[in-house]
């Protein structure tokens, strides 16, 4: 075991600690990486504020980057010195692996919500090296260092700021493959938007690389919709100022879009996104919430012939889509660091109010404050 700083969640609803922890040595299919930087996600918060429930003590943070300092005998793809970024974590034996879909493993919760192992064993120990601290997605990334499975793993090119880039292993990943491997829409089909933070920004650019026509932007603050509008989007709506239903059939010739994706989670928001979907298309419901919402099954599903899809972790392999979102940023096609904003370590909390107050859209804590970016990104 090695000693390392992490930020503890003890309980809910508490501000996240920052404390001396113990990680376990990897076994022979593990990495372990030293975190430079993590972004700070609505899946961390929702479980660290009671929202969702999470065995505590834990370690959250799931868009971790950084550098592999050990490597497990029977790992082969990594090695001591890449740069990675981690995502989550499959089996890649099951049916869905096989099948090349592991966001739908079908181990994804034992791997990835469990908290352990998946032979029950924990990464992480408290100080007195015996209580178990549970790990988020495999990942714990609120850490200076973490223990991780190789399928955890994306190696990405040494000249990549690995301040920036931990946030395309969830949120930039989310909403990028919900239209990229969700949708998969044909040239200029139509799509709307609801909710301007990372999961429905990062939609909306790849909406735009994926040559939609109409891209609609909903959301109730007028300064994220003008981000929205930099972004990619071609039309932005203020729900509260004016009715979002009537104002999407004026833009579309009275169709609504073909794709449409909500990632507010609010009950009415979720039913608006499910009117606004046009005949034949397809509607993506992807908030991490418990909230429900109405379903006429004739006239929605049957005459209107929508269909509601499930899509976890945008269907994406981290693999392959993390390189393609840099190839992409490299371009100028997916500028997702404009919508970055760094904090220290210690100011994790501070970083996590910025978010949940919506003054700040995607907030990266730099733990490892000694790395330096081979291209310098003020
Ligand atoms: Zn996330
Ligand atoms: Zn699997």
């Known amino acids: 075991m090695r000693e390392v700083r992490a930020a503890v969640v003890n309980a809910v609803n508490e501000d996240y600690k920052i404390e001396k922890v113990y990680l376990d040595d990897p076994k022979t299919n593990e990495v372990v990486v ?8 609505h899946t961390d918060e929702a479980f660290r ?36 970024v981690l995502s989550y974590a499959f089996c890649g034996r099951c049916h869905s692996c096989l099948h090349g879909k592991p966001a739908t493993c079908e181990d994804w919760s034992v791997l990835n919500v469990s908290g352990r192992r998946i032979n029950g064993e924990a990464i992480f120990y408290k100080e007195d090296r015996v209580t178990p601290i549970s790990t988020l997605m495999a990942q714990s990334s609120f850490a200076t260092h ?29 909403g990028s493959g ?29 909406a735009n ?43 579309t010739g009275g169709h609504g879009t073909n794709y449409v994706i909500d990632t507010t989670g609010v009950p009415v928001v979720m039913r608006t996104a499910l009117e606004v979907t046009a005949q034949g298309g397809v509607y993506a419901p992807v908030a991490v919430t418990d ?10 599903l049957g005459v209107g012939t929508k269909t509601i899809k499930g899509i976890l972790m945008g269907d994406a392999i981290p693999q392959f889509s ?39 859209i995607k907030p990266v804590i730099v733990i490892d404050k000694n790395y330096i970016p081979k291209t310098y990104i003020p």
């Open 34 to 41: 030293r975190i430079v930087a993590s972004g700070i996600c």
């Open 49 to 84: 504020l009671g929202h969702s429930a999470y065995r505590l003590p834990a370690i959250f943070g799931h868009e971790g980057a950084g550098i592999v300092e050990e490597v497990g005998e029977a790992v082969h793809s990594i090695n001591v010195g890449d740069h990675v």
């Open 146 to 174: 973490t223990v991780v499975s190789e399928s955890n793993v994306t190696k990405i090119d040494k000249s990549v700021d690995l301040r920036i880039v931990g946030p395309l292993g969830c949120g930039f990943l989310t």
């Open 178 to 206: 919900t239209v990229f491997n969700g949708f998969n829409p044909e040239v200029g089909s139509t799509i709307t938007v609801f909710g301007t933070g990372t999961v429905g920004l990062a939609a909306m650019m790849a």
């Open 209 to 251: 690389v994926a040559a939609a026509a109409v891209i609609i932007a909903v959301d109730i603050h007028n300064h994220r919709l003008e981000t929205a509008k930099k972004l990619g989007a071609t039309h932005a709506i203020n729900s509260r100022e004016v009715n979002v239903v009537e104002e999407i059939r004026k833009i």
């Open 291 to 300: 909230n429900q919402f109405s379903i006429t099954p004739f006239t929605d």
């Open 322 to 360: 993390i390189p393609q979102l840099i190839e992409f940023y490299n371009q100028g096609k997916f500028p997702f660091d404009a919508i970055i904003e760094r904090f220290d370590f210690e100011q994790i909390n501070e970083a996590a109010n910025a978010s949940n107050s919506g003054e700040v």
